[in-house]
T-cell receptor, first 117, second 114 residues
Framework: NAGVTQTPKFRVLKTGQSMTLLCAQD?????MYWYRQDPGMGLRLIHY???????AKGEVPDGYNVSRLKKQNFLLGLESAAPSQTSVYFC????????????????FGPGTRLTVL | AQSVTQLDSQVPVFEEAPVELRCNYS??????LFWYVQYPNQGLQLLLK??????LVKGINGFEAEFNKSQTSFHLRKPSVHISDTAEYFC????????????FGQGTILTVHP
């Protein structure tokens, strides 16, 4: 099993450009999450999804959109990139909380380092 | 809503010394607590978790943490650190019905010196 994979690993954008980050998981997890990591701020939740076709806002959703057309994929889009979106982006996935708590561990991808000039 | 405060942004220690990384949380509901480790240029890896039961939980790589409900703390400890423990450590909390969403602390960079 590959676990959680993220594409691309690195990207440099100019202000105003758009891009899509892809997250894929092969563990048949219901829940998927997008976080951003900034120095001294830990990880902050951008958007999340509790199932195919559903998405919801997290703590810092402005400037981002997401889609979950297939259970195994969760896409994060930046429509018009800004320097404030320079960050490391992590995707994670987990089983539904309907299962016992032991199954709710989030598994993280390796991250995408995005720089917006 | 939950929040997490990691009380030290950086902790330098010498090899084979003990270490404690401090984490306090606030929540109006019962919580699950986690410690994750991030090695340089890598993703996050789960060290240990508290879900219920014994307040002392043991994790990988010789780490352990103690859940203290009265002090709303979940401090991470290791009796003897190695150079390879150099990494950033994150404490995280999850409410019981929050769709699994994690709230992270700011992170503590542990640097182990020879």
């Amino acid at each position: 099993n590959a676990g959680v994979t993220q594409t691309p690993k690195f990207r440099v954008l100019k202000t105003g450009q758009s891009m899509t980050l892809l997250c894929a998981q092969d563990m048949n997890h219901e829940y998927m999450y997008w976080y951003r990591q900034d120095p001294g701020m830990g990880l902050r939740l951008i958007h999340y999804s509790v199932g195919e076709g559903t998405t919801a806002k997290g703590e810092v959703p402005d400037g981002y959109n997401v889609s979950r057309l297939k259970k195994q994929n969760f896409l994060l889009g930046l429509e018009s990139a800004a320097p404030s979106q320079t960050s490391v982006y992590f995707c994670a996935s987990s089983y539904s909380i309907g299962l016992a708590p032991d199954y709710n561990e989030q598994f993280f991808g390796p991250g995408t380092r995005l720089t917006v000039l | 809503a939950q929040s997490v405060t990691q009380l030290d942004s950086q902790v330098p220690v010498f090899e084979e010394a003990p270490v404690e990384l401090r984490c306090n949380y606030s929540s109006s509901v019962s919580v699950y607590l986690f410690w994750y480790v991030q090695y340089p240029n890598q993703g996050l890896q789960l060290l240990l978790k508290y879900l219920s039961g014994s307040t002392l939980v043991k994790g990988i790589n010789g780490f352990e943490a103690e859940f203290n409900k009265s002090q709303t703390s979940f401090h991470l400890r290791k009796p003897s650190v190695h150079i390879s423990d150099t990494a950033e450590y994150f404490c995280a909390v999850r409410g019981g019905t929050s769709y699994g969403k994690l709230t992270f602390g700011q992170g503590t960079i542990l640097t182990v010196h020879p």
